[in-house]
């Protein structure tokens, strides 16, 4: 380390949630872009147990947990944070974050999400208070724009935008930051239409979740 690095840069750390129902290089790849763009010192993937805006699951919690096991292989420095498993309440971001910021009072915390999650940010619970705790990363994904905030979002939205992730340095938590790494076209929905009609393609899912499927019999 150089004398002029990290003397007063904070300890970063990125967590991705997700459904991971079942995993693919959509949360995988971004994460990891997004880990070295922004200089993160850890990166986890967080398995939802009852993700709040969606209806159910398909593959059971243990499933897309060893899933997501297996997926973080792909990257030498990613962990899973298997925290939400242990709450049988609605997975809500606010009270996972409150939680670490208790442990970690002092890390710089960053939320990934894609740009679907942005577009209904303002719905999740208690959305001020967990900009309180971290920033808001969000990646590009194919189909979902900035452009299709409304109006009453982008008023609600505005304040916490920042251009530079530069400027992120300055600021403990509270800001919201779009980056624009290479997008992959992928989603759970289409990989699990896919899979019921037997079509694998390690090109989306690293093979290890593909055998994991194909063994367990998941998505049939
Ligand atoms: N292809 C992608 N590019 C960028 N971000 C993505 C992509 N797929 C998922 N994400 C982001 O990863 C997080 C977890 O997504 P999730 O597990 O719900 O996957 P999904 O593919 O959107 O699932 P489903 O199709 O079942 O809704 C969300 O913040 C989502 O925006
Ligand atoms: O807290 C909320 O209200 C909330 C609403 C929607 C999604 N989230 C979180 O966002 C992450 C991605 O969710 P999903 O449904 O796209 O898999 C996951 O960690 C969810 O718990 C959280």
Known sequence: MSSTTNVLAPYRVGILGGTFDPIHYGHIKPALDIAKQLKLDELSLMPAHI????????????????????????????????????????????????????????????????????????????????????????????????????????????????????????????KIVLLNQPSIDVSSTELRSAITNNCFDESLQPKSVIDYIKRHNLYR
């Open 51 to 174: 993700p709040p805006h969606k209806q159910g699951t398909h593959a059971d919690a243990m499933h897309r947990l060893k899933m997501t096991e297996l997926a973080a292989k792909e990257g030498a420095s990613i962990t899973v944070d298997n925290r939400e498993l242990t709450r049988n309440t609605p997975s809500y971001t606010v009270d996972t974050l409150a939680q670490i910021r208790q442990e970690r009072p002092n890390v710089q915390l960053f939320f990934l999400v894609g740009m679907d999650s942005l577009l209904s940010f303002t719905r999740w619970y208690k959305w001020q208070e967990i900009l309180t705790y971290c920033h808001l990363v969000v990646s590009v994904r194919p189909g979902y724009d900035k452009a299709l905030l409304n109006e009453q979002d982008q008023q609600a939205l505005a304040p916490y935008f920042c251009d530079s992730t530069e400027s992120l340095v300055h600021h403990h938590a509270g």
